[in-house]
């Protein structure tokens, strides 16, 4: 039986980010704590003179994975919050080499990887050789269909009709997050479609930060941001790369 260790990222206290060092001992510590193990192994481990990457690799090698005696589980949740962060690349390299690990040290075998993420890996991480979201199973949650908004909206207790529907799909173009939030704001909000679509136009009830948080992504890669206006204006990319990302 699995063991599954769940970390939300998007609850994790400012003062955690502010170095890869603060970052990894908190990490270490979550996955022990909830393993039931003992936090104090995390201290003992980060007394040495290496690197917060290879202090939490030994911690897993010498103490984590010889004492569970089960397959860990270790799911990640929300790992978008570390965009900008000064470590993310650090981060994500170390999460692909336990990954390649496993290849080579039956002991990873025991540890699978689950990330979810509401970013393009692109934005995660620029080298995609240390990428972790280019290898494995990939599951992505494409666009919603008709007959997936109409459930949706029924789980909501049908607050639209079926032209309506079509109107919503059309107008949001099926976006899952979208979607839900329109449908939240009509039974919440108690307003109709129309009234739900002029204020959406002016960016309210957060549907603007939705585009907000993705200018804020491109607000340090100046290539894409560029690019992202080119293809708006002109309608094409002259960087295969660049375009992809």
Request: aromatic fraction near 12%; charge should be negative.
């Amino acid at each position: 039986r699995s063991k599954v260790v769940y970390l939300d990222l998007q609850p994790v206290e400012p003062r955690y980010l502010a170095s890869l060092d603060q970052f990894l001992h908190y990490f270490a510590t979550s996955i022990v704590t909830q393993l039931r193990l003992d936090p104090a192994e995390v201290d003992k481990a980060w007394r040495g003179g290496l690197g917060a990457p290879d202090k939490t690799t030994y911690l897993f090698e010498d103490y984590i994975l010889p004492t569970v005696d089960a397959q860990i589980v270790l799911a990640l949740d929300e790992v978008d919050r570390l965009l900008g962060a000064t470590f993310q690349d650090t981060f994500f390299g170390l999460l692909r080499y336990w990954h390649n690990s496993r290849a080579l040290n039956e002991l990873w075998e025991q540890l699978d990887l689950v990330l979810v993420i509401s970013t393009e890996p692109h934005l995660l991480i620029k080298d995609v050789t240390q990428s972790p979201f280019n290898v494995g199973q990939k599951i992505r949650l494409d666009d919603f269909d008709l007959a997936q908004v109409q459930e949706l909206n029924q789980r909501y207790r049908s607050p639209l009709g079926t032209e309506q529907l079509t109107d919503l799909l059309t107008f949001l173009g099926g976006h899952p997050f979208l979607t839900h939030k329109a449908l939240y704001t009509l039974v919440t909000e108690d307003l109709s479609l129309p009234a739900l679509k002029s204020v959406l136009a002016d960016g309210g009830y957060s549907f603007g930060d939705h585009l907000r948080r993705y200018l804020w992504y491109l607000r340090d890669q100046p290539e894409l941001r560029d690019a992202l206006k080119r293809i708006m204006r002109n309608g094409d990319c002259m960087d295969e790369s660049i375009f992809y990302r």
